[in-house]
């Protein structure tokens, strides 16, 4: 099974932590609209099994008006077969989910909102320069299980110097008595070229603090489980049978193919990316051109992106794989690496599988880089 992601790259406003690439001017809506359209048409060989799962990420799908939507629905049924499907994630504002599109959508194959709450404080919010306010946050979930929805995720992001422990652990509470079955979590971020970054380096706000970030992701984690969810991921917790599908392929290798500019395929011995450029991009596709780059997977390359995936989530690092596919020297560079990282109590070995020890999980991406491979 393989599975579809689109990227729909509008906002109603910048957030000050988001370096994904999106516009907040829609005057081109209508040509991107048309140029997904021709994306989906050119590449409509590239996968030939069923499809499985469907994701609309951005920027902010949400802001699509329904005829908007209903134009990629059609013409993804017209290219694919869709008869196998099951699940379509929309990631969606909580402003964004009012009663008459909430009604739209249950007409939809969506199934599954992924909602970017990030807070159910003001004081976060407003750091965060977000378009919706707390009681909005709280509101749309109520109306979408009012509308039938149950399989929600919500963002939240924890460690923002606004973000005190009380209010950290209010925060999970309150999503765990909304009856919320999935929650990603992040840390904030300062990427280059964001608001955030330009704020904390004129002093206007202060740096962010590691250890208060660690000490939430430990109650984040904690929590959750005791809550009866289980971290499938690092970032992703979900109770039985609401573990993202969509995703979960991803880290397992499945082949997806990318729609939209910036968006990324995955063919197994190769990936893709589309142009980071909505002018570019639209452009190409008028020409019908696909604006995408390929790239070749060498073996390297496929070792560290098993590692790089693998170790993040529950699923581990196959180890009785790794000889064949891979070779002995690739190999045995992995075993002395993780009888390192064992002797470090940083990762363990269960069934034939390396996952990391609960102590790890936090500097899941610094002990990832020690197993590359490099030539």
Known sequence: M?????HIPY????CTYCDFHFSTNLNSKNEMLQAIIKEIELRKNE???PIETIYFGGGTPSILEPKDLDLIINQLDKYHNLSQLKEVTLEANPDDLTKEKLNYFASTPINRFSIGVQSFFEEDLRLMNRAHNAHEAENCIKLAQDFGFNNLTIDLIYGSNTTTDVMWAQNLKKAVDLGINHISSYALTVEEKTILNRKIESGELNPIDDQHQSDQFDYLVSFLEANGFIQYEISNFGKPG????HNSNYWKGI???GIG???HSFFGVQRGWNIANNAKYINALKKGILPIEIENLSLKDQYNEMMMIGLRTIFGIDTNSIKDRFGSKIYTHFRKEVEQLHHENLVEEIDSKIILTKKAKFFADGITSRLFYVD
């Open 11 to 14: 906002c109603k406003q910048r």
């Open 255 to 257: 082949p997806y193919i």
């Open 47 to 49: 996968i030939s099994s």
């Open 2 to 6: 393989a599975g579809i992601y689109l």
């Open 242 to 245: 609401y573990f993202s599908q």
């Open 261 to 263: 500019p910036s968006a």
